[in-house]
């Protein structure tokens, strides 16, 4: 009697042990406010006004900076420090309302001077913005209040509120603007805290943030290349997600994985095989008009991208309602007709390049196929994989290349092919009087128009090889939320994300 009274009493105490560790494992995780997400590339700096690196903006976008407004995550534009506007009856007057009590990182205040340098920063003649184009249309900015700006642009221009969304167009202060690359101080929910080179970016939650305070009291961004190292961090709970998994050829497995969920979105990421227009033998569009023949898109998408992604026949987001999708139908795969334009040009043989791949998979797998692909028709590439570092000074700025392989993935961006000396180096003036018109259009049926006649004549003078739509593979922990589905701009916004208890 007495031993099962004891051992009564054992099994009791041990049942009280385990409901306890239970219940603190259980409140353990309740409280966990900590997130570490794995990206590919790590950013050049972490100035978004100041460089042309999709990661710059996928680590501080509506993090760390804020603009005027912000773009959401179905596309959509919201007020961000802005927090109202109206327009005149014209279209070229816009009158801001700013939130009052907003504060810098540094502990300076906000007000509409602020809003009035960065602007003028970002449209200056020695401005280094990489969108110095968004801002062409202002014509002056003035401080009416500290609580209130006026922009007055030359014409009327029915992106304009969206154009501020970008991540080039986020307010800074006038005394940190210089040091914002190594040191970004924004005055969005999250402030910087430490940078360690070649491994993470980290930020804290901001304690005198304006609006509605995050959920998250700290965020890890460990960057890994790799795509193999990409799912061994996933299995091994060394990172809590990726926005944007590196390999897609491993989803189904972790689909199959409860502790993961997986989400498959769109982006804004035309990816295309980048010709340099300007660089004989590329000058002859029959040439250009050769390889988009040659190219095999769903044979692209399928090798490189393990069936992610979407074929595209210009530079164009499918999802959008101004999409000409029979434009994939202008240059179908035709190896025979590929050869005759290049005999038609002088290549009867074909002739050797240089293609230059980035660090990403979709570039350096689909360069592989791209380069088999070219082959049949008598076009041999070498193959030089860059790092990113290397791909913006050497085709970005300095335009040494003949092909490259790249996600354009800025929203809405075909007006890229009307800007001087871009790194594809394309001159029309019928082009250019297309973006012309739609910056002055409101109406949205005319606008859709131009938004196609634009998309026909890069199609047709074959520009670019275009390929396909990135598609945005999203793993993460079950248990976290708030990860946006799709990619409308470049950013892994955070300011939504938390654990479920």
Not at 23 to 31: D, E, G, K, L, R
Not at 239 to 259: M, W
Not at 476 to 498: F, H, I, R
Request: proline residues 6%.
């Amino acid at each position: 009697m007495k031993i099962l009274t004891n051992l009564a009493k054992t099994t009791a105490l041990a049942a009280a042990l385990t409901m306890s560790a239970s219940f603190v494992a259980i409140n353990a995780w309740a409280a966990k406010t900590d997130v570490t997400l794995g990206m590919v590339l790590e950013p050049p700096h972490l100035d978004p006004t100041a460089g042309a690196a999709a990661a710059i903006d996928e680590v501080v976008y509506a993090n760390i900076f804020e603009g005027l407004t912000r773009i959401g995550s179905k596309g959509e534009v919201l007020p961000a420090l802005a927090e109202s506007w109206t327009v005149s009856d014209d279209g070229k007057v816009y009158t801001f309302k700013l939130h009052t009590g907003v504060k810098f990182h540094d502990g300076s205040d906000f007000d509409a001077s602020d809003v009035k340098f960065s602007l003028d920063r970002a449209r200056g003649e020695k401005s280094t913005n990489a969108q110095k184009a968004l801002f062409k249309g202002i014509e002056s900015v003035d401080v009416v209040d500290p609580a209130t700006v006026k922009i007055t642009l030359s014409a009327p221009a029915g992106n304009f509120t969206f154009n501020l969304g970008w991540g080039d167009a986020v307010i800074v202060a006038p005394e940190t603007a210089d040091s914002n690359k190594t040191n970004p101080v924004g005055t969005g929910p999250f402030k910087f805290s430490k940078w360690a080179k070649g491994s993470s970016i980290e930020m804290v939650k901001s304690d005198s943030y304006w609006g509605k305070p995050v959920a998250l009291s700290k965020a890890t961004l460990r960057f890994i290349p790799d795509p193999a190292a990409a799912v061994s961090a996933m299995l091994a709970g060394d990172v809590d997600g990726f926005a944007n998994f590196p390999a897609p050829e491993s989803i189904p497995q972790l689909k199959a994985d409860p502790r993961f969920k997986v989400v498959i979105g769109s982006t804004e990421g035309e990816t295309i095989l980048s010709t340099n227009n300007k660089k004989a033998p590329w000058t002859d569009i029959r040439v250009r008009q050769a390889v988009a023949h040659a190219i095999n898109r769903q044979a692209i998408i399928d090798g490189a991208m393990f069936g992610l992604g979407t074929p595209i026949g210009t530079h164009f987001a499918p999802h959008h309602p101004a999409y000409k999708a029979d434009l994939i139908n202008t240059y179908p795969y035709d190896l025979d007709k590929a050869k005759a334009l290049l005999a038609e040009a002088g290549f009867p043989n074909g002739f050797k390049a240089v293609i230059k791949l980035p660090p990403p998979s979709y570039a350096r797998r689909g360069g592989e196929i791209v380069a088999a692909q070219l082959r049949k028709i008598g076009i041999e590439l070498e193959i030089v994989p860059v790092e990113w570092a290397q791909w913006l000074d050497q085709v970005f700025k300095k335009k040494d290349f003949d092909l490259t392989i790249v996600s354009h993935t800025e929203p809405q961006d075909i007006n890229i092919y009307a800007r001087k000396d871009y790194y594809f180096q394309y001159s029309s003036d019928t082009f250019n009087k297309i973006m012309t018109d739609l910056n002055l259009a409101t109406d949205q049926a005319e606008r859709y128009k131009l938004m196609g006649d634009a998309q026909t004549l890069i199609t047709k003078e074959a520009v670019n090889g275009y390929m396909f739509e990135l598609a945005k593979a999203g793993v993460w922990n079950a248990k976290l939320k708030g990860m946006w589905e799709n990619a409308p701009v470049q950013a892994t916004d955070l300011t939504g994300v938390s654990w479920a208890e």
